[in-house]
């Protein structure tokens, strides 16, 4: 059976969102096909399941490009197909693939395939399949590319069986304090340079969101450049002490977080999909986010969750506070990992099974 | 013929559909179907279909759809017409299957149950079709070879919705309304949108002669059962060509297959004499001719109703004579560009006498659309053989292009006469392909930022690739020219532009406009003479239906230069006035004001 060369930014040892959603993509293939992947970066070693291996992160730039033609042209009767983990890495597919006839695969998480990278030679890459995130994302992409919109197929995120409604953790309650009051809960990088997630606008928010509901506290998970200026704003609006940024949050807490929490807001502007969205409603919380990008699909237009136009700031009050007052999330399991890898082998099959010498 | 809609939520992660929706946009296509109105839902509750119906075969409720078998394997809507539903019904029967009613709809079923795929092949008629295959749990969506009829659709990765028209879609708010450059530079340079696109980026029309099938993974072009080009090149016809005049008069009799009154479309030319002359040896149906008149005739709109009503009297053929004022025409004037379902440079003259028809009481009305294009009666037919073979050196010369867009317009403004698209004389690419788009053309793609801006008309011309679809549009078409321009001219200005305008003009008024001319086998036929024998032309035609050919070709237009030229026109025409000057040539100016009132 011929194998998947995948070429990605990161993903075991990883520890970003990019890294788990190709690690999702590779587990569900693996079943099907096995995956060799060559990753950009590698943070630190990690064990791959079975029928995934990873091979070690060249040094530099130039060298991953070396090792991934060496690799693709020694193997090219040993590969099916080569995957694509980021938009930035599609000239070098587009090279395999015009070297080698290997056909490829270009997964879009977001935000990076909503404009035309300078760096992408050409508007048309020769993709035989570019899956996309959400609707928005893929709608995005073929606003300015070639591709032909029948090959532009969707693969929303999923997320982790570990994910699942529970009690409130004690502990994590008592470190962060959280006894005694309603949690608004939003979990992300704060990034100076992507200020799109709309902690800023929940933090201007929170004065009026107190007068109705007293005991309201607004908890920012997440590291990162930009927690000063949302210091300095939660100060200017009096908030400091209903505002608490509690820095990045180990990975295996996440969900006792979730649980200890009531609310998860995150009115963003810039989500490719907004993973986050379902590993919080998958805990138990009720979730709002935007409508004008990829959370819409996370949020499954309303139905898993309330959706708000970003900018209004009275429609995100009352979400706020009518989200604080119900009980019971909405279910997500539609997202859940059963129907993500039957998704992603069935587009296999479509797609590459002539390859493979396997059955999807 | 009817209007046809549906919704698939195909994706795992999509919600099921809101019934509401599917209304919707259905009721955006109430105009195309007043006689009724129907729905289904799968028992998932990801797939609605839904229609309104003219009702022409079978007026009972047998014909009504959606049309399911009784185990509901295979459940479907339909908008159009079989012309050889009776002998696959019979067919069908002696292999067991029996009928609720005599529809076409529920034939095209019967026949599908039995064939799967193959059955598209087997269709004699024009179609566009939506099923759901609950046994391989997949939706279908399916056009005529020749694209007669009109289909569209809406895939945003999560959801296909499909409609016959693109405003229903549009106006039911379920699909983006982002524009799509390519459809608005192709409607430029060619006087209609070209499909597959539209005006709006997430707006497709679905690809004639294919299958494009829908499932849980996505949408996806599963079939190809025929093209233009096929009918003129790959299709051996086993019982050899048959004579003309055979092929013709089988056209128009398959053509009357109706239970309602047929109207047909005359004018003094001879694709629509032929038709009438042979339609009245057929006694199957009762039949009226119809002339469009106007009360103020021209040098490019004769009044050609004396002649045809002559012509009618002599065949034996009930004629009425409908005389349009340019009052009638300024009252309907905004009625008609809302209509207008793409913009396009023509579609008057059809709506006019559709809607005349109508008024008569008529549904069903024959046309003789598409025979210039069967029987070379264009002009085309010799000029783009001959500018291809003049243009290929001077074409060759580097940067002459360049310098003859200089040069040229100082040479027309010495000659104080030539169109502009003289400048682009030496720009187009090689060939016929080059030549065609000079022939066709309306605008050039250098005028384009003027009317567009320029990064809209860069990314339009971009995405379009226009020379590129003709080169397309050539292959596996052999060397003769006769055979090259008639594909060029059946897929690009037969099926945007005519067929188009002859569907929505005439839905409009819930009128079916048929197309004898335009038929599988018919086409089938002349390829085979053309392949073997002397290329059959409209004089043939003439003869084939025992016509002499008396009058040079006409057309069948209106006096639209002056009617946009009065005082009385729309704001769009004033505008499009100042945009471009009064010089430039009527239909330009017309082009840009229709463009104008599209994109309000």
């Not at chain 1, 609006?237 to 940024?245: A, E, T």
């Not at chain 2, 046809?4 to 105009?31: C, F, G, K, M, T």
């Not at chain 2, 027309?412 to 400048?423: E, F, H, I, Q, Y």
Request: proline content about 6%; charged content about 25%.
């Amino acid at each position: 059976m011929r194998a998947l060369l995948a070429l990605v930014t990161d993903c075991y040892g990883g520890n970003g969102g990019l890294a788990q959603a190709n690690r999702d993509v590779f587990e569900a293939l693996a079943a099907i096909v096995p995956v060799d992947v060559l990753p950009r970066l590698a943070e630190g070693v990690s064990a791959t399941p079975a029928g995934v291996s990873q091979r070690k992160a060249p040094r530099s730039r130039s060298a991953y490009v070396a090792s991934a033609f060496a690799r693709a042209w020694a193997g090219r009767d040993r590969y099916a197909a080569v995957f694509c983990g980021h938009l930035h890495l599609a000239p070098l597919a587009e090279a395999i693939h015009r070297s080698t006839g290997l056909p490829y695969w270009l997964h879009l998480h977001g935000i990076e395939a909503w404009r035309p990278p300078s760096a992408f030679l050409g508007t048309a890459p020769s993709a035989r399949l570019v899956t996309a995130v959400s609707r928005y994302t893929r709608r995005r992409f073929l606003s300015w590319s070639e591709v032909d919109p029948g090959r532009c197929r969707l693969l929303p995120d999923t997320y982790d069986a570990r994910f699942a409604p529970g009690p409130r953790s004690r502990q994590l309650v008592e470190r962060y304090g959280l006894a005694g009051h309603r949690v608004i809960l939003t979990v992300g990088r704060l990034s100076s340079s992507e200020r799109y997630k709309g902690h800023d606008r929940l933090i201007v928010l929170m004065p009026r969101i107190l007068e109705k509901v007293p005991e309201a506290l607004y908890v920012i998970a997440g590291g990162g450049d930009d927690r000063p200026y949302l210091a300095s704003v939660a100060e200017r609006c009096g908030v400091s002490s209903k505002v608490r940024f509690i820095g990045r949050v180990p990975d295996e807490d996440l969900p006792d977080l979730y649980r200890s929490s009531d609310l998860y807001v995150m009115p963003s502007t810039g989500e490719g999909f907004g993973i986050v969205f379902l590993e919080a409603a998958a805990c138990g919380l009720p979730v709002i986010g935007g409508r004008l990008d990829g959370s819409a699909d996370a949020l499954r237009d309303g139905l898993a969750g309330t959706l708000v136009d970003p900018g209004n700031m009275d429609e995100l009050l009352k979400a706020v506070v009518g989200g604080l007052q119900e009980r019971g999330a909405k279910d997500v399991s539609v997202f859940a990992k059963p129907a993500f890898a039957g998704h992603a082998r069935a587009l296999w099959g479509e797609f590459f099974a002539d390859r493979s010498g396997s059955a999807s | 013929m009817c209007g046809i809609a549906s919704i698939y939520n195909y994706h795992y992660a999509a919600p099921q559909i809101r019934r509401e929706d599917l209304r919707v946009l259905r009721e955006h296509l109430r105009h195309r179907g007043p006689d009724g109105e129907g729905e289904w839902y799968s028992d998932c509750g990801r797939v609605g279909l839904g229609h309104r119906r003219l009702s022409i075969i079978d007026l009972t409720d047998q014909g009504a759809q959606p049309c399911a078998d009784e185990l509901s394997r295979v459940v479907l809507v339909f908008n159009g017409e079989i012309y050889n539903h009776p002998e696959l019904r019979r067919e069908l029967e002696l292999k067991g299957h029996r009928f609720r009613g005599r529809s076409d709809t529920e034939v095209l079923l019967r026949l599908y149950l039995e064939e799967g795929d193959r059955c598209w092949t087997r269709l004699r008629g024009m179609f566009a079709v939506v099923l759901w295959d609950a046994r391989e749990r997949c939706l279908k969506l399916v056009r005529d070879v020749h694209g007669i009829k009109p289909l569209y659709y809406a895939d945003d990765g999560w959801r296909l919705c499909a409609a016959s028209q693109v405003k229903a879609l549009v106006g039911s708010r379920l699909v983006s309304h982002e524009k799509e450059p390519a459809g608005a530079a192709g409607y430029f340079l060619m006087g209609s949108v070209p499909e597959p696109f539209t005006l709006f980026r997430e707006v497709r029309a679905v690809e004639p002669g294919q299958v494009l099938t829908v499932d849980e993974r996505g949408a996806r072009y599963s079939r190809r059962f025929g093209s233009v080009q096929g009918l003129w090149t790959d299709r051996p016809l086993e019982s050899g060509a048959a004579p003309l005049a055979q092929a013709v008069r089988d056209s128009v009799r398959y053509h009357l297959v109706s239970d309602v009154p047929v109207m047909i479309y005359l004018s003094a030319g001879v694709d629509s004499r032929a038709i009438a002359a042979l339609a009245v040896q057929e006694k199957s149906v009762s039949l009226s001719g119809l002339t469009l008149a106007f009360d103020e005739p021209g040098p490019e709109a004769p009044d050609e109703s004396g002649a045809a009503a002559a012509f009618a009297e002599r065949i034996g053929l009930a004629h009425r004579t409908h005389r349009l004022s340019g009052a009638d025409f300024f009252a309907s004037q905004s009625a008609f560009l809302d209509a207008m379902d793409q913009p396009t440079l023509d579609g008057a003259n059809i709506y006019h006498i559709s809607r005349a028809a109508r008024l008569a009481g008529y549904k069903v009305a024959l046309s003789g659309v598409g025979g210039d294009e069967l029987f070379a009666g264009y002009p085309s037919f010799r000029d783009v053989p001959l500018w291809a073979k003049l243009l290929w050196l001077p074409s060759s010369i580097p940067g002459a292009g360049d310098v003859w867009r200089r040069v040229s317009p100082w040479v027309r403004r010495w000659l104080g006469r030539g169109s502009a698209k003289v400048d682009g004389l030496l720009s187009q690419p090689r060939g016929l392909t080059g030549a065609y788009l000079l022939k066709r053309g309306l605008f050039m793609p250098w005028e384009l930022p003027d009317l567009l801006g320029k990064e809209m008309a860069v990314e339009g011309l971009r995405r379009l690739r226009l020379p590129e679809r003709l080169s397309e549009a050539l292959r596996r078409t052999g060397r003769s020219d006769r055979v090259r321009v008639a594909c060029l001219e059946m897929c690009f200005y037969l099926r945007h532009q005519l067929l188009r305008d002859a569907d929505w003009a005439g839905m409009a008024h819930g009128v079916e406009v048929r197309t004898p001319l335009v038929d599988t086998v018919l086409t089938a036929q002349v390829a085979a003479l053309n392949a073997s024998g002397p290329a059959p032309a409209k004089a043939d035609l003439a003869s084939a239906a025992g016509l002499s050919v008396d009058r040079p070709k006409s057309g069948f237009t209106l006096p639209v230069r002056r009617w946009i030229e009065s005082d009385r026109a729309l704001p769009e025409c004033k505008e499009a006035d100042r945009k471009l000057g009064r010089t430039q040539h009527w239909s330009r100016r017309w082009a840009y004001a229709v463009y104008r009132r599209s994109a309000r």
